[in-house]
Structures are given as C-alpha cells and as structure tokens.
C-alpha cells in the first residue's frame, strides 16, 4: 500500500519508506499511525482475531476402518441417561490397531456410517459387535478435550491410587438380568465379592471369568466393602451398569489393597469396638465403680480379669502353610487369644 507526501504531493511511497522518494520529505506522522494500526488489525485476524479455518485446535473427524475379526479394543463411557448426546466418549484404548490415532477423550461418533447421536448406549454397543467387517468407525479427536481428560486421570490418580496398582477391566451390562453369580471373598481373604458363576449378560461378554473380583459398580468402589454392601450397591446401580473387575490371578494385589485400606479403619476403632464387645458380654465382670475411670486401664483390668470368656466363636476360612488351600474352620475368639477347631466338637486346635 502507498502513501502520499504531503508537500510534494508525490503518491507512489511504498509503506516501508519513511521519505518521500521524490522530495526527501519525512513521512507525515498520522500516516505512520494509520499503518501501526491497519498492521496490529491484520496481526489480530491472523492469529485469532479472524477465520479460525486453519485453527489446528478445532475438532476433526477420522475414519478408521476395522479388518475382519477384528475387535474395537477400547473402553467406552456410558452416558448417564443411557441416551448418546454426541459421540460415545473413549475412556481407554486396548488396540494396536489404533495406537498413535485414537486416544482416551476422543468421541466415536459413526458407527458403519450411522450417527451414534440419539443413540441407545446398548444399541450403539450392538452395532460395533455385530456389522459385519470391515467396519467403518468415525472418531471425533479434539486436543482440548484429550488434554481435559490426561488432566481429571491424573487427578483421580492423586485422589485414589488403587486404579495405577490394580489391574482391571470393563464390563457394561444392559437392563435385565446380568446373570452373574457373587460370592462372599472372605474365604479369599479379602473383603468385598467375587465371581462365582456366569450366565446371560455376564457369560455372552466373554470377558469375566469365575474367581474374578469385583472392583467398582459404576464408578463406586466396592473391593473394600463388606458382602452385602457389595450387593446393595448392584440392586441400586441405575442401568446400563459398568461393572469393573480385578483379574483372579491378580489376587495378591487385592489383598495387599485390602490389607492397607483396613488397617486404619481397625486401628480407630479397635479401642471402642473392643470395650463395647466385653461392656456387653454375661459373662465378663462389669465395673460399677467410678465412671470417671480411665478407659485404658478398665479395659486392661477387663482383659486380666476374663482372660477366658468368649467374645465371638463360629466358622471361618483359613489359607494352609503348605498347600496354600483355603479351608473352613471354627474359630473361638476370646479375651486372650484366638483358636480354630476343625469343628465345634473338636478339642484340638
């Protein structure tokens, strides 16, 4: 663009001459302004002011086709309702296949080119097991939201650290019968419920096996919760249920889990759980002494003085030293110390 000096009147400056060509005169100093502006104007349009058509952060669509036989690999999301909005969001990727393309935070949003919007989650589910491949697969990738999702894993990984030491893995179950049999893992030496037997939803997914433990329902994490708590959170999950389980041969990892999460629980209420346990028991001697006494001798007399009385006795499991079978046995628990029998009659320990 040319500007024009005002004493000569000469008009072919070009916009990076501060003199006039013709008569030497300095550029006229609102002409210098106009040109700051328009250039700080252009600056703005071109990095982010104007078009954002070659913004390399905007959402784009990859189609990926699955060869024969070939199985997504990646964990999928539910939505809330059961009902897709827009795209069914990957939370984990299990396929070579898909490395360096797909990664968690991206959105499936045609499957077989079928929009997923409005979709069931179980019809969406449905479509990918059952057209035939090769199978088109569109994937939304979006940096900001792989960024927002790295972002919350990392948090949830602060605030929870079992998910980095357990190995675990999916499992959606639709309405209806999950057919999946549960079992107390006391005998495990774990708290929470395992896998006992499968049929229907649990046995068609092929993915859980019998002795499998249950990790979370849902995002709740039950692997530390007694039995039966297990069981109330599975009658009142919402479907479609995401069920997460540890493999049976990562049982070892549970019970050091389980061992760490317990510990504190007992220590902060050993002292209490104990007293009310002997407060309450016939046949121990009851102080009806002073009230104001310390706790921690009452409880110290209450042990010397029913050494032998009984607090709790019947069936458990324990784990052998040499076959490392688990077997069932009675326990007796007193005061003093703890015993186990082969039966009640028994008077062998």
Same mark, same amino acid.
């Given at each position: 663009?040319?500007?024009?000096?005002?004493?000569?009147?000469?008009?072919?400056?070009?916009?990076?001459?501060?003199?006039?060509?013709?008569?030497?005169?300095?550029?006229?100093?609102?002409?210098?302004?106009?040109?700051?502006?328009?250039?700080?104007?252009?600056?703005?349009?071109?990095?982010?002011?104007?078009?954002?058509?070659?913004?390399?952060?905007?959402?784009?669509?990859?189609?990926?086709?699955?060869?024969?036989?070939?199985?997504?690999?990646?964990? *999928?999301?539910?939505?809330?309702?059961?009902?897709?909005?827009?795209?069914?969001?990957?939370?984990?990727?299990?396929?070579?296949?898909?490395?360096?393309?797909?990664?968690?935070?991206?959105?499936?949003?045609?499957?077989?080119?079928?929009?997923?919007?409005?979709?069931?989650?179980?019809?969406?589910?449905?479509?990918?097991?059952?057209?035939?491949?090769?199978?088109?697969?569109?994937?939304?990738?979006?940096? *900001?939201?792989?960024?927002?999702?790295?972002?919350?894993?990392?948090?949830?990984?602060?605030?929870?650290?079992?998910?980095?030491?357990?190995?675990?893995?999916?499992?959606?179950?639709?309405?209806?019968?999950?057919?999946?049999?549960?079992?107390?893992?006391?005998?495990?030496?774990?708290?929470?419920?395992?896998?006992?037997?499968?049929?229907?939803?649990?046995?068609?997914?092929?993915?859980?096996?019998?002795?499998?433990?249950?990790?979370?329902?849902?995002?709740?994490?039950?692997?530390?919760?007694?039995?039966?708590?297990?069981?109330?959170?599975?009658?009142?999950?919402?479907?479609?249920?995401?069920?997460?389980?540890?493999?049976?041969?990562? *049982?070892?990892?549970?019970?050091?889990?389980?061992?760490?999460?317990?510990?504190?629980?007992?220590?902060?209420?050993?002292?209490?759980?104990?007293?009310?346990?002997?407060?309450?028991?016939?046949?121990?001697?009851?102080?009806?002494?002073?009230?104001?006494?310390?706790?921690?001798?009452?409880?110290?007399?209450?042990?010397?003085?029913?050494?032998?009385?009984?607090?709790?006795?019947?069936?458990?499991?324990?784990?052998?030293?040499?076959?490392?079978?688990?077997?069932?046995?009675?326990?007796?628990?007193?005061?003093?110390?703890?015993?186990?029998?082969?039966?009640?009659?028994?008077?062998?320990?």
């Amino acid at each position: 663009m040319a500007w024009t000096c005002t004493a000569c009147e000469f008009a072919a400056n070009e916009d990076g001459q501060d003199a006039c060509v013709a008569c030497g005169s300095e550029r006229p100093e609102e002409e210098t302004q106009e040109e700051e502006v328009k250039a700080e104007a252009n600056g703005g349009a071109e990095y982010g002011g104007g078009d954002t058509d070659g913004d390399d952060s905007a959402p784009e669509v990859v189609v990926i086709e699955l060869p024969a036989k070939e199985k997504l690999g990646v964990k *999928l999301m539910p939505p809330k309702d059961g009902v897709i909005s827009h795209g069914l969001p990957i939370d984990n990727v299990d396929n070579p296949l898909l490395d360096n393309k797909v990664q968690a935070g991206d959105l499936i949003v045609a499957i077989g080119g079928q929009s997923v919007d409005g979709m069931g989650f179980s019809d969406a589910i449905d479509l990918i097991r059952k057209l035939p491949r090769p199978l088109a697969i569109s994937f939304e990738i979006d940096e *900001l939201r792989r960024q927002e999702v790295v972002r919350e894993k990392f948090q949830r990984s602060k605030d929870n650290d079992l998910d980095t030491q357990l190995t675990t893995y999916a499992v959606v179950f639709d309405k209806g019968p999950m057919g999946l049999n549960l079992e107390e893992a006391v005998r495990y030496g774990i708290d929470g419920a395992v896998v006992r037997a499968l049929k229907g939803q649990a046995k068609t997914s092929g993915m859980i096996t019998v002795g499998d433990i249950v990790y979370k329902v849902n995002e709740t994490d039950v692997l530390c919760m007694p039995y039966l708590e297990v069981m109330n959170v599975l009658r009142n999950a919402t479907a479609p249920k995401t069920l997460q389980f540890v493999p049976k041969d990562k *049982l070892a990892d549970v019970q050091r889990v389980n061992s760490r999460h317990s510990e504190s629980f007992r220590i902060r209420e050993s002292t209490s759980h104990v007293k009310q346990k002997l407060m309450n028991n016939p046949r121990l001697v009851k102080d009806d002494g002073n009230n104001d006494a310390d706790d921690n001798q009452s409880i110290a007399r209450l042990i010397l003085e029913n050494q032998a009385a009984t607090i709790k006795k019947g069936r458990m499991y324990k784990q052998g030293r040499v076959m490392r079978n688990w077997k069932s046995r009675y326990f007796v628990l007193s005061v003093s110390k703890m015993e186990y029998f082969k039966s009640p009659s028994s008077t062998t320990s």
